[in-house]
């Protein structure tokens, strides 16, 4: 295998310990367009192939819970053992693997333990490793060489089996074998051009796992980077952004099983910290080359805004509301009415979540990620800042950020609730773009920053709730029936004076709000 470090998806069986990185994207097929996969694996010369593969584990699944899947696959060239991560290794699509041949069907423990660090062995108990779920598929398989690589695509048809459980495989893997990962992004637009799909975020394994418990997946939140101040600026950027936008993509998978609110936040605030790391780097970074992907995004997390709107609506206002003289019809119909207008948004995002287009973004968006193609590079300086370790940049850029923040405030104080809108987005920006540079500063000034930053945001997002509660129940009436649309626009009319009469007092907050997180700012970087 070639092993070259190349822009892209990420690198590929870049050695790491006893594994290989291994770099692979998925598509989801459905039966409609079944024949336009095998017409497109057709152009290259096919290899069918009858797989079983069992997937091993604890009873109380030790094994996923260390961040490690185990798996013996049986096919016509014999078995294998494979070992993978759970989780990306740095790109979206690339995972540490590790394979071994077999000569008969038992887990080889040896292998197994190399895989694992110390902490992770002594939680595991081998003796008490069993089958937990297995896969049976009928493969098909090219090998498409280019000039720059070779891809691997196997179409899979089958099904996974856990216990009297079972669940249908139908999916298509890219995998880059040899050379750049621009191979790979090739391969996958041309197989989307010809096979309308969507992404594949979620393997085998999870779905396996969700027969075995019974249990879906739950919202993600943002987990803390950890990044050493000595980091070349460019490789700390590109983790920061790695990690930001894997934290929106890693709930998807949530949102289209459950539906759960939760992960219609998480996706967007994964969406928004991608977005705020590039205005911290806004300075060093050249932007006008991402083929429209930054506009692309802004527009996916607005049409998600909507659905977020009516979830807060149903889970915070209307509670707040049964505490208030509100008649019981108009609250009836408030909810019924908001809703099935977030019933009506939720299948507009699942649609736009599984259409091609989505999943041509997310390649592209993690491509652009992966190839630092986002560093500015037309002057001299910017070669220089290459080389400026992470930390140095860090609080010069916090503090930078912060002289912003405080501008927004003093026009907030003497002016009107616009101004206060204002102030709102930008405690936004600061808080989402300092969270990984305070990370990396270090120290205790940090966490109590970051702390105050959210309670001040706390404060002014409830205003906002409370000031767009008007404009939220004009565009839910568009969706009313004609015969209830009287008595929803009396019960909205109810709800916007309550809403009116709560945001007066909670603009008396505003100010000692604003004064004391602007008195600990003062303190903290003084």
């Not at 280019?146 to 179409?155: A, C, E, I, R």
């Not at 300086?381 to 010069?396: N, T």
Request: proline share 4%.
């Amino acid at each position: 295998r070639d092993l070259v470090r190349s822009r892209g998806l990420g690198d590929v069986y870049k050695r790491q310990g006893v594994g290989l990185m291994e770099t692979e994207v998925r598509f989801s097929i459905n039966k409609k367009n079944k024949k336009s996969v095998q017409k497109w694996l057709s152009q290259h010369k096919q290899i069918f192939q009858n797989s079983e593969t069992v997937y091993f584990d604890t009873s109380k699944n030790a094994l996923r819970d260390a961040g490690v899947e185990l798996r013996l696959r049986r096919n016509g060239k014999g078995i294998k053992q494979t070992i993978k991560s759970v989780g990306p290794n740095g790109s979206l699509f690339t995972r540490t693997e590790s394979e071994i041949q077999l000569s008969d069907f038992e887990p080889k423990l040896s292998h197994l333990k190399k895989f694992l660090t110390r902490e992770k062995l002594c939680r595991i108990d081998f003796a008490r490793l069993r089958p937990a779920f297995r896969t049976k598929v009928n493969r098909t398989i090219i090998n498409n060489p280019t000039k720059n690589g070779m891809v691997q695509s196997v179409f899979d048809v089958g099904e996974i089996k856990a216990d009297a459980e079972t669940q249908e495989i139908m999916e298509v893997e890219h995998e880059l074998k040899q050379g750049s990962t621009d191979t790979l992004l090739e391969t996958c637009h041309e197989f989307l051009d010809r096979v309308p799909c969507s992404i594949g975020l979620e393997g085998k394994a999870a779905r396996g796992y969700r027969l075995v418990t019974g249990e879906y997946p739950e919202p993600v939140f943002a987990s803390k980077i950890s990044i050493s101040p000595d980091l070349p600026l460019p490789k700390a950027m590109r983790e920061i952004l790695q990690t930001s936008f894997q934290h929106a993509m890693t709930n998807l998978p949530v949102y289209l099983l459950t539906g759960h609110p939760e992960s219609v936040h998480q996706f967007r605030v994964g969406l928004r910290r991608l977005r705020a790391a590039l205005s911290a780097f806004a300075p060093i970074l050249h932007l006008q080359n991402s083929g429209g992907l930054i506009l692309q995004m802004k527009s996916i997390f607005n049409d998600f805004g909507s659905l977020r709107d009516a979830d807060v609506f149903l889970d915070e206002t209307l509670a707040a509301l049964k505490n208030s003289t509100i008649p019981s019809s108009y609250y009836l119909i408030l909810q019924e009415q908001v809703q099935q207008f977030r019933d009506q948004r939720f299948q507009e995002a699942r649609d736009t979540l599984e259409s091609t287009d989505f999943a041509r973004f997310i390649i592209d968006m993690n491509s652009w990620i992966d190839s630092e193609e986002w560093l500015a590079q037309r002057r001299p300086i910017d070669q220089l800042m290459f080389e400026r370790p992470i930390g140095v940049f860090a609080e010069s850029r916090i503090q930078k950020m912060n002289q912003k923040l405080l501008k927004a405030g003093r026009r907030a104080e003497v002016g009107d609730l616009e101004d206060w809108h204002r102030l709102r987005i930008m405690t936004k920006k600061v808080r989402y773009a300092s969270e990984p540079l305070l990370g990396i500063i270090g120290g205790k000034k940090g966490p109590s920053f970051a702390k105050s930053l959210s309670k001040l945001q706390d404060t002014l997002g409830k205003l906002n709730d409370l000031n767009s509660i008007e404009t939220f129940l004009a565009q839910v009436s568009l969706n009313v029936e004609r015969t209830d649309r009287q008595a929803f626009n009396e019960a909205a009319a109810f709800c916007v004076g309550w809403g009116a009469a709560s945001a007066s007092t909670a603009g008396d907050n505003l100010q000692p709000s604003w004064r004391k997180f602007k008195m600990h700012m003062r303190k903290t970087w003084s």
